[in-house]
Structure formats: C-alpha cells, structure tokens
C-alpha cells in the first residue's frame, strides 16, 4: 500500500499555474495576517484591533483604496507567507 505524499496537491487543490503553491493555503495564511497581525509593540495594549484591520476600516471610512503592507510584518507573522 502506498502511502499519500503531502507535498503533492490533491485533485481538488487548486494551485498557481506552474507551481505547487497551494492557492486556498495562501489565502488562508494572509487572511490570518491581515485579520491578526499585532505589531510587537503594540502587544500589550489589549484593547487595541490588530494593525491591517485598523487600516482596512481607514480604507472604507476614506475610501483610498490603497493598502500599504510591511513586509517585514508578514515575514514576523508567518515566515511562510513571506517566503
């Protein structure tokens, strides 16, 4: 019996053309960035929303639709993400 390799994509994993990068896995890890990232400095501030919702909300109040992202925040946020 053959076991499942996990590295390789299911028949219902949808990837990005030429690649093994699963897309619903992206999606995922960078909704959980922009809806968790807390900067460290930030951390002990309980009350406070975490960063990329703060700045989604000044979006919609201003609608400036442009989201200026840190890259360094992805890479503290999930090292795989960023890579």
């Given at each position: 019996m053959q076991g499942i390799n996990l590295n390789e994509p299911s028949s219902n994993t949808q990837v990005l053309y030429g690649t093994n990068?699963?897309?619903s896995d992206v999606q995922n890890r960078l909704r959980s960035f922009l809806t968790?990232?807390?900067?460290?400095?930030?951390?002990?501030?309980?009350?406070?929303?975490?960063?990329?919702?703060?700045?989604l909300r000044e979006i919609h109040d201003t609608e400036q639709y442009i989201l200026d992202i840190d890259c360094d925040h992805i890479y503290q946020h999930d090292n795989y993400l960023y890579s």
């Open positions: 990068i699963n897309s968790n990232f807390v900067r460290p400095e930030d951390a002990e501030d309980f009350g406070k929303e975490p960063l990329y919702v703060q700045k």
